[in-house]
């Protein structure tokens, strides 16, 4: 199966942002979709807003941290749609810190959102497509595993192992699957600057609102990826603003 028509794509984190753009993008182009996060009503209003204009959507509580969410999330497209083409591993956390802080909780959740989030996906879906002898992992990383800025640190190493973790996953994946690695740079959502210590959130959302491209540009990126012929696996796409050093 080739393009975006009638794909079952599974995404966490499609509550806002990021997510949200890429199911509303992949929606119009005419895929079927099971959309994640842990807020329902978030959740509910990017499915109805999708299947108001015609498209197919539908939503499932998840939170990326518990395996048996990632399971109830593959099961659902399986179950609803017959078959799942495509996981993008979106879900994530940007309550970057000093380390003076010591916030423990958010370094925490950095790493569980993002390393074990990942991993439960991961181990959710690869089966299925082991099964069906095709699946495409869509894994979204950042440029920050690129440059480290501080006080992005934490962020920064888990998103690191998200690339690594990436890699690895390709290598091992055979000629069947395919595994790509998204790295956006700094993109218009609210989860910029969200949870994070009070000088990097302000310097965080002022750069945001000065220099960031919207989300709708990392799920034309993202889509770029999913069109592809099944022998083409792009493996890496680093999209940011021009303005972003
Ligand atoms: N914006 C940027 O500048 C930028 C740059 C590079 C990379 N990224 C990455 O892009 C991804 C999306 O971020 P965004 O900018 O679109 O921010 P966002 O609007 O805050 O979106 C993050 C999404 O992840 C969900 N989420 C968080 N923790 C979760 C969990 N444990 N389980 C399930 N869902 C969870 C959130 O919904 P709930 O709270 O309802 O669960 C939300 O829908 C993240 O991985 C982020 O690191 C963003």
Redesign the pocket.
Known sequence: MSGIQGKVVAI????????EATAVHLAERGARLVL????RD?LDAVVDGITARGGTATAVV????RREDLRLLTDTAVDRYGRLDVLVS?????AVSPFDDLRQDDWDAMVS??VT?LLNGIAAALPVFRRQRSGQFVN?G???AHVVKSPQAVYAAT?TAVKVLTEGLRQEAGPDLRVTLVS????H????G?GAAPDAAATMTRL?DEI?MP?SAVASAIAYAIEQPPGVDVGEITVRPTAQS
Not at 62 to 65: A, F, I, K, L, M
Request: charged share 20%; proline share 5%; aromatic share 0%.
């Open positions: 966490t984190g499609a509550g806002s942002g990021i997510g994640a996060a842990r807020r978030r998840v939170d990326v941290t979106n879900a994530g956390t940007m959102t993002h989030g979204v950042s440029t920050a998103k956006p740079g700094l993109t959502t609210e989860g910029v969200r945001r960031a989300p």
